[in-house]
């Protein structure tokens, strides 16, 4: 497919169906990684904005067009939606890797994703109306009872930077298959697509309200969209601090929500792999694909010490031939991460490393071929303590340190000494071991000789520091929905009997 040329749109907030200037009329910047341009800018919504879009998202689930659509209704326009961005795909996969740093190719990938998911939820959508009210059996007779399974209502939605409008899709879809009304508020650093949704969603003639985008910083527009008294629910991807403020900020109105965070995921390599390269290939994927800024990203190595000098020779091999290069270049495998403050984050963690005793193997710079942009080597770190700041914290940068073993009881005790539990992997030919590593991980997910194939059928989230709730499958749309019982006194003519009535008490 090839890569066009792109201007890039200049866009509003996108509210009640149309594009609004926001109330206080701030922009921000859109710099391009990969050469440190301004390339162009996205409004700033503040807390005026968040109240007019919350308005418009409650008036839809009001007015008939949207609030009393059937699911196989709603089916349509999400289908509607995934045709158009199919038809915009090279347009979308070009903002996307300029805003981003995304390689082209993987960009493209995310695009055919987020088709992939809105029509999932189409069919969901549709199924959804014949569970939308389902019997329970009760033990008695004198009762019937029956359950609505019906929209949340007014839902956040805050994403993060590292797959844009995938990370938007995982949770708009979802949101609109079940029947809410949403407000998105995609991240500062990377807007464009998730605001070319809202023309896509404008071409397919979604009800006005359905949903609404926000751009704008985290603390002016993400902060008071969490605090909403008429929002009735967040769900938010994104750093492990940030859930912190917003978990607390929601408890103070007892509003849900669902928390996808970063991780610190092991990859487990047995001396018994089916073949070297292949296992080596998987542990280059695993941490370095979207320029290593993945949730999941498989950053602690551990490997079994019998052939740790031979996989770490091919592994040196492999990492030398990543082709580092501007992320429009055909076979580009790694650019830039998304900006100067990320650049010097992940350069900070490495520097530390260095000064904790660690040894930098390979990496740790500026690949020298490329004076501007945010590009960072892929790193690989040896010689690492549990106690170091690598082994501990989430990167999000192109770094893999790494730790040999000796027992797979010693395996799965470094696997799960993290705070973290979002993924882990396991290379091995030992099917049943690859099961007993899977029982033990404390993770959300299990990757068994491979690392990082995301796919929107299974769930996806998880546990310890890594957040809780499910997206993706059928939990995905759970997230959206409201389960009401109504309950009915199937015997109206015969007297509950838990009080004595006065007509019978003898004295008239
Ligand atoms: P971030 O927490 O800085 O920002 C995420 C979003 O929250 C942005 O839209 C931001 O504007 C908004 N925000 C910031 N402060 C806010 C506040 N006070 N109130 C409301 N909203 C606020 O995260 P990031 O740097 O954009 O993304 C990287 C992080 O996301 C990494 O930790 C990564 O692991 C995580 N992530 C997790 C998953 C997952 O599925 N678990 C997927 C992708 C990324």
Redesign the pocket.
Known sequence: MAIPNIRIPCRQLFIDGEWREPVKKNRLPIINPSTEETIGDIPAATAEDVDIAVKAARNALRRDDWGSTTGAQRAKYLRAIAAKVLEKKPELATLETIDSGKPWFEAAADMDDVVACFEYYADLAEALDSKKKTEVKLHLDAFKTHVYREPLGVVGL??????PLL?ST?KVAPALAAGCAAVL?????ASITSLELGEICREVGLPPGALNILT????E???P??SHPDVDK?S????????V??MT?AAQLVKPVT?????KSPIVVFDDIHDLDIAVEWTLFGCFWTNG?????TSRLILQETIASKFLDRLLEWTKNIKISDPLEEDCKLGPV?SRG?YEKVMKFISTAKNEGATILYGGERPPHLKKGYYIQPTIITDVDTSMEIWKE?V?GPVLCLKTFKTEEEAIELANDTRYG?ASAILSKDLDRCERFAKASQSGCVWINCSQPCFWQPP???KKR??FGR?LGEWGLENYLNIKQVTQYASPNEPWGFYKSPSKLGNC
Do not use: D, R
């Open positions: 805050i994403t993060p930077w590292n797959y990370m995982w508020k995609p991240s500062e650093m704008g910083l985290g603390h527009a993400g902060s969209l969490v967040i938010f991807t994104g750093s492990g601090p940030t859930g403020k917003i900020a928390l996808e965070l970063g991780g800024q993945i949730c999941s990203a998304i990320q989430e999000f979002l996806w989230g998880g890594s957040g997206e």
